[in-house]
């Protein structure tokens, strides 16, 4: 299953020495250390605070930067996510090995939005399913992006609920080290290291990280992160950024939770300590970026990753289980094992011109993208060491095209218009082996219009909207159902999105309604070959965000924002009246900071109301362990977490954070059982650059 480490190294090696050797032909100019190179295409603008920028974009968006980042010390990126408004999180352990997230009462167990790193798309299975087996590391992100509303038009598939966009780091010159430990017995240790040649105008660095755990539970995880980047500047208007990476995993969670008896009794043994989550991740991407002009630029990017995930999970004895009040293993397992390979191309022409004597930028974009998965499953048993035979062997596949075309038009100073249009054409199939190669195959093309809205009411407030068509395909599991092409389309939703944002003095704040509307949710994990896009029916979304961020003054601040679903619900089918599962009305976040010199302190309250664990709504979670557990009412929790960071010197960082101050114990999800959030744990560590 894995690459060989020192392959990698090799390659990484040719890899920066080869764009060194490219950056000394091209230097010997006058320095310029204000140039910077970026190492992956910037596909998402970065915000921050500049209202120039804000102006251009007519969604919702959120940037949280390092320092922010730093300031939260999190283990995972879910711990960023959850802070932001508009996101709820199911989380299965804490460093978050899978994604699980939703957007704006979308259920975080099954994702409908986009999630980038860098611009490149990061989840193994876009079209073919099986996309939340991968996340990025929280050591190697510089900033977290969140874009909801018209702007995501410029992206897809699947950004029903907005897009993430991950943008990693990129060292600065020097080495700087970062040791990391905790509850649990949490180790971790981290590198960056880069440098630029003596004209500035070339780059190279490595971000590395190494941590290990007995995690919450006994959910054990051995973990490396391994990236390197690079980056030139060339003749004639043009750059040219270069990223390797490689990710290792060895975890002990499984699908399994707790017996509600033993949850009850305040249990905190690993419920499925034998079973094991192996992944690993190779991936590349390169991008070129040309000036053609003053007015015009063209940015390509090409990419290509490969994940593997081995899932080796016990059998149960359901029986011997209900009357244990424990879930009772025997010596046959499972290992349902998979990779993913994906490679593709994207470009983007941007122009600054004139339309009919008006002021516009432009956008057009196109991308090709393929995917396949290798999909096994093996019937072992405890003595075979996770050998045996492969009873089903399917691979799937799917070749997408994209194009978009997207304007903002200064009508006047103050108000500007931005239409947009995506196409998404793709062709799905499935080879099962193990069954005389019997194939299938489906297409489907998804006209995606849209258009938004800005109103600048003052120098420091503006009113933003829009309305747009959104999608996120079926799976190859769903659309070729029983080795049929089911006609699926893909999962519609028409969105509404209306805001107003700003600042003044000492407060910014913003407020966002919206709306969204599905036409046909397809319902996953139907095997009935008779399957149509009307089972899945009708869903309906809406509500408010809030942010508020106010300086008290004599170095204390807060910043706050709340979520309020008060519509989340299936609108026909056989759940109508319901509310969708992961899906709570409220989810709202309050910090307390405190800055004096070189000491900075944070006290964080997350809470999140109450949700459904599945669609059918029942409030009682059930006992025995027949069938599983999926369903049950999760009662609402609120956390309190405790951060506090001290610049020793201008090299030396000390940290430390206290967890779950209070101890609370909750639910964080239903899944084969009860999973049940980290108990309050400590951790420190120490940051010396060189």
Partial sequence: ?????????????????????????????????????????????????????????????????????????????????????????KSEEETSIVANFGIRGLSASESKSLMLEDGVPVAPGLFIGNERYFNPRIQRIEQVEVLKGSSSLRYGPSTIGGVVNYQTKTPDDGVMLTGRAG??????????????????????????????????????????????????????GQKIGLKISRYENDADISYRGLLKDDYLAGADYNPGADDKFLTDRTAFDINHELAISEQATLKTLVYWSEVSRDYWRYDVDTDASNDAGRWVYQDTLTGNNRSFERVGIETRL???????????????????????????????????????????????????????AQTRIELSERFAITPGLRVESYEQKRLILTEDNSTAKTTNTEVLPGVGVTYNLSDSAQVYGGVYRAFSPASNGVALDGLTDQDLDGERSTNYELGLRGNKG?????????????????????????????????????????????????????????????????????????????????????????????????????????????????????????????????????????????????????????????????????????????????????????
């Avoid at 140039?35 to 940037?63: F, K, R, W, Y």
């Fill in 183 to 236: 509850s649990f017995n949490m180790q971790e240790i981290s590198l960056e290291a880069g440098g630029k040649n003596e004209s500035g105008d070339a780059f190279a660095g490595v971000v590395a990280t190494h941590a290990t755990s007995d995690g919450f539970m006994d959910k054990g995880y051995e973990m490396t992160d391994v990236m390197a980047k690079a980056g030139v500047i060339l003749a004639n």
């Fill in 350 to 404: 941007t122009l600054d011109h004139q339309l009919f004597g008006l002021t516009a930028d432009s956008e057009f974009g196109l991308r090709f993208m393929q995917e396949e998965s290798n999909d096994t499953r093996i019937r072992a048993t405890r003595a075979a060491d996770r050998t045996g035979v492969n009873d089903r062997h399917r691979i799937d596949s799917a070749d997408s095209y994209a194009a978009h």
């Fill in 506 to 690: 000492d407060i910014n704040y913003e407020v966002a309604a919206f709306a969204m509307d599905f036409s046909n949710q397809v319902v996953t994990g139907n095997s009935d070959p008779n399957l149509s896009q009307s089972n899945g029916g009708e869903t309906e979304h809406l509500g408010m965000e809030f942010m508020l961020g106010y300086n008290l003054g004599g170095g204390f601040s807060i910043d706050t924002n709340a979520t309020w679903v008060p519509t989340s619900e299936f609108k026909s089918g056989e759940n109508q009246g319901n509310r969708l599962p992961y899906a709570p009305k409220i989810v709202a976040n309050l910090i307390l900071n405190y800055q004096y010199e070189s000491l900075s302190t944070a006290l964080t309250v997350h809470h999140r109301g109450e949700q459904y664990g599945d669609a059918s709504n029942i409030e009682e979670i059930p006992t025995d362990a027949a069938g599983g557990i999926w369903g049950g009412l999760m009662p609402s929790y609120t956390l309190l977490d405790l951060t506090a960071q001290y610049n020793l010197a201008n090299n030396i960082r000390l940290f430390g954070a206290v967890k779950n101050l209070t101890d609370k114990r909750y639910i964080t999800g239903l899944r084969q059982g009860i999973y049940v959030g980290p108990e309050r744990s400590l951790e420190v560590g120490i940051s010396y650059k060189f």
């Fill in 1 to 89: 299953m894995r690459t060989t480490k020192s392959s990698l190294s090799l390659a990484i090696t040719l890899a920066l020495v080869s764009l060194n050797t490219v950056a000394e032909q091209q230097g010997g100019g006058e320095e310029n250390e204000s140039q910077t190179i970026m190492p992956a295409m910037e596909v998402i603008d970065v915000v921050g605070n500049a209202n120039s920028v804000i102006l251009d974009h007519t969604g919702s968006v959120v940037v949280v930067n390092r320092q922010q980042i730093e300031k939260i010390q999190p283990l995972s990126t879910e711990d960023i996510l959850r802070r932001i408004p508009g996101i709820n999180t």
